[in-house]
T-cell receptor, first 113, second 112 residues
């Protein structure tokens, strides 16, 4: 069974540009999560989808971040315009149902210059 | 706020035992996860504790005391491949959603 995949693995962009990250969860997992780890800090929650609906977006830092999960399969996280402080590793995770183990992808390393 | 503490770094010798402690002070608690993360890779699930006590899984064991807000991950018969970061994460009340709240991670270095 394929695990959680994320694309791209790395992205280097300039301040003010737009970047879109993609996450493909494990097939059949209704729950999809985005997390972020900025330099020297712990992994922090961004938001949670149940199928195509946003269940909890309390961790989204500001309105420059937009997450979607059309059709309830893969998800995208767009940062527009990117700022220097957005640099970090963006992780996606999925779980079969609420309360089940969350399985993580390898992350997208974003560097904003 | 939520507070989850674990040591930053630990060093141990191949074949030895290492215990990684995690203490938490959170508003609500519904379980504690341990993940292993090798550099540049995905965090991989190791264990999940909900009730007090010890859960053993091969060379890895995890312990939880809810009354003390304390957990540890025990790694036995250390191997070089166990060099990695170990992440402690708590799930709060279900009403607060299903999000994981992480500690900063403990980097374990296994020496020959």
């Amino acid at each position: 069974e394929a695990g959680v995949t994320q694309f791209p693995s790395h992205s280097v962009i300039e301040k003010g540009q737009t970047v879109t990250l993609r996450c493909d969860p494990i097939s059949g997992h209704d729950n999809l999560y985005w997390y972020r780890r900025v330099m020297g800090k712990e992994i922090k929650f961004l938001l949670h989808f149940v199928k195509e609906s946003k269940q909890d977006e309390s961790g989204m830092p500001n309105n420059r971040f937009l997450a979607e999960r059309t059709g309830g399969t893969y998800s995208t996280l767009k940062v527009q315009p990117a700022e220097l402080e957005d640099s970090g590793v963006y992780f996606c995770a999925s779980s079969l149902s609420l309360g089940e183990t969350q399985y993580f992808g390898p992350g997208t390393r974003l560097l904003v210059l | 706020g939520q507070n989850i503490d674990q040591p930053t770094e630990m060093t141990a010798t191949e074949g030895a035992i290492v215990q990684i402690n995690c203490t938490y002070q959170t508003s609500g608690f519904n379980g504690l996860f341990w993940y292993q993360q090798h550099a540049g890779e995905a965090p991989t699930f190791l264990s999940y504790n909900v009730l007090d006590g010890l859960e053993e899984k091969g060379r890895f064991s995890s312990f939880l005391s809810r009354s003390k807000g304390y957990s540890y991950l025990l790694l036995k018969e250390l191997q070089m491949k166990d060099s990695a970061s170990y992440l402690c994460a708590v799930i709060l009340r279900w009403a607060a959603g299903n999000k994981l709240t992480f500690g900063g991670g403990t980097r374990v270095l296994v020496k020959p």
